[in-house]
């Protein structure tokens, strides 16, 4: 049975820049107390990026991948309900609050 | 609300474009390299919401629907959003834990944090 996901490679990478810019904005705070023109890369402990553990990795590709499932099946049967056979944005923002408050 | 924010975006593309010039003028620092982590954010997030569209569709076809066009996009914009939410907080749940790397563990408490029951967990893992 075939089943679209998620490319493992593509979240890691989305989520290694993510946690290096927030590292980033970390250190510019440290510098400005610490008058430092430059903090070498992982000079202190705080400083070192982020990882993601592999099996981590693939829970988070189906996590991603179960919040658009769950997204659409509930839009889904909001459709259904009004008899439509196209999923409309009217279906969508009816879905919206209870799906952001549950994820 | 958040939840008028993205009613609101249906043209996300060009509002995005204005915040995020507004956001870097903000943050200042170097401006080179800010704009090179934004380009490649962009191309990210492009490959992300490409692979999240053809999930969307792939769904709906399965349930013999048709979707418009805006709908997947916004259901793509999402899902990004959701995922920058998920780096921030493994990021703050690994630290916690003093830890350096994320764990099966941090990835499952963020997944409780709705409605996902444990039967689901059990099975995610």
Redesign the interface.
Known sequence: MEETTFDCDLIHSIMKRIWTLRTLERENVATNDALESEVGAGSSKKNRTTSANASALKLTCELLRVFITEAVQRAVAIAEAEGDTQIEATHLESILPQLLLDF | M??NI??AR?DFPSIRSENQEKEMEA?G?SGSSEVE?DL??KL??D??RL??I???E???SK?G????K??VA???D??FK???R???D??LF??HANR?????E???L??K????TEE?LEF??
């Open positions: 958040e939840v993205f009613i249906f943050v620092g982590n490649e954010m990210l997030r490959r992300f692979s999240a053809s999930i969307a792939s769904q709906v349930n629907m048709e979707v418009s805006v709908v916004c259901v793509a999402l899902a959701y995922t920058e998920l780096a921030k493994l990021q690994a630290q350096k790397s994320v764990n099966m941090d990835v499952i963020c997944g944090h709705g409605h996902i689901k995610l893992t």
